[in-house]
């Protein structure tokens, strides 16, 4: 078992899942710097990421892998994996061609706690694509 210093200071990557066996990603686009979405990532989905280059996640609610971008196209091609100090987190840089939002914006991120309010929110982006058009079953 690695020591604090180790995970914290030291150049092994050991990744720290959760008790589910998950560890939380965020996804960054690589040139704008926007955060896109926060998901979660099992072994086996870290190991298909590193291995393709193209982000792939584990969805809780499906409980199975998803590469994203499967059904919309809007894939999330990994430039850089960044890990927290714990080594509890992980910061994804991807490359994306269009919006990363399964309701059609391109970040996830796009209300804001209006300012002065504990309970409303406001739209702060506008949508990117058409998701009925996208996810056409």
Not at 86 to 112: E, I, N
Request: net charge neutral; glycine share 6%; with cysteine.
């Amino acid at each position: 078992m690695a020591t604090k210093q180790e995970i914290e200071e030291g150049l092994e990557f050991i990744p720290k899942f959760d008790d589910d066996g998950l560890i939380h990603v965020i996804a960054q686009d690589a040139e704008s710097g926007q955060v896109l979405m926060a998901a979660y990532m099992n072994r086996q989905a870290l190991e298909l990421t590193i291995q393709s280059g193209y982000a792939v996640y584990f969805s809780r609610s499906r409980q199975k892998l998803w590469k994203k971008g499967e059904q919309s196209g809007h894939a999330q091609k990994v430039r850089q994996i960044l890990v927290d100090c714990d080594q509890d987190w992980l910061l994804l840089k991807v490359a994306v061609d269009a919006g990363q939002c399964h309701v059609g914006y391109q970040s996830c991120f796009y209300r804001v706690l209006k300012k002065g309010s504990d309970k409303e929110l406001k739209f702060i982006a506008e949508k990117v694509y058409n998701p009925q058009e996208t996810y056409k079953k």
